[in-house]
């Protein structure tokens, strides 16, 4: 909470790095206040998310929640941030932006999901009862192109989080 008070690229790195620890707490309240950064100074927070995908080992739980958060923020550059979460090696993230995709529901995403239609890579969804199943990326893209084809053009699917990943 300390470093919602601060700025810069270092408290940016902070924040995210916190964003991946295994504790749900600290987790929610630097999302909050990587949030609210996000909002006040959006540009800061992108290149941030830009460093993480550069900097963070595969499997770092903030890999997995950004694009959440990132979907939360709407501003105009998300869906080409998250474009670059489906590059990303690390198959969860990869899932994640996925989701995080269909809930902004924004048409320009569909060329960068096709992609990843032949993507083997298993991932572990966990659906609202805690139940969990393995899926590939490539049916996960499979239903988010049909999500985002059945989207009225002027609106986007209502946010819902998908399956948590553990």
Known sequence: ?????????????????????????????AG??????????????????ERALERLPEGHLALQELP??????????????LGRFLAHRDAEAVAAAVEALVELGDPAAVPMLTTL???????????EDGEESSVSIADLVADALEMLDDAPPEEAPAPQRGPRRR
Request: hydrophobic share 45%; glycine share 8%; no cysteine.
């Open 68 to 81: 959440f958060l990132l979907a939360e923020v709407g501003e105009p550059g998300v869906t080409r941030l």
């Open 117 to 127: 239609a032949e993507d083997s890579r298993e991932v572990v969804l966990e659906d």
């Open 1 to 29: 909470a300390i470093l919602g008070e601060m700025e810069g690229d270092a408290t940016v790195d902070l924040l995210i790095d916190v964003l991946g620890v295994d504790e749900a707490e600290p987790r929610r309240t």
């Open 32 to 49: 909050e206040v990587l949030l609210d950064h996000a909002y006040d100074r959006w540009k800061e927070v992108a290149v941030g998310v």
